[in-house]
């Protein structure tokens, strides 16, 4: 019973761990492409770095899978300005 109940801790505890995982490396690239000075609307990046205040606090919270969401979407949003830019800048 005691070994039946410490594989289950273990394995608690390991998913606890996995939830977390990544979430500041998904923090520091979305502050380097913050850094990059991509070209978007002031809404759409002031929408990400909220989104990237909510993910850290979510993250501090102990709430993985949910800041991950905020920081996906973040990221997302990043990735589709950094997109139109590099389209913009073949036009020409």
């Not at 505890?13 to 939830?19: F, Q």
């Not at 919270?61 to 950094?82: R, T, V």
């Amino acid at each position: 019973m005691n070994f039946r109940r410490f594989v289950v801790m273990v394995g608690l505890l390991a998913a606890l761990t996995a939830c977390g995982q990544g979430v500041p490396e998904q923090m520091d690239k979305i502050d380097k492409m913050l850094q990059t000075q991509i070209p978007m609307a002031p809404e759409d990046r002031a929408r990400v770095e909220s989104l990237r205040a909510e993910g850290e606090r979510l993250f501090k919270e102990g709430k993985g899978d949910d800041a991950i969401k905020a920081l996906k979407e973040a990221k997302k949003m990043l990735e589709k300005a950094a997109d139109a830019n590099l389209l913009n800048k073949s036009d020409g």
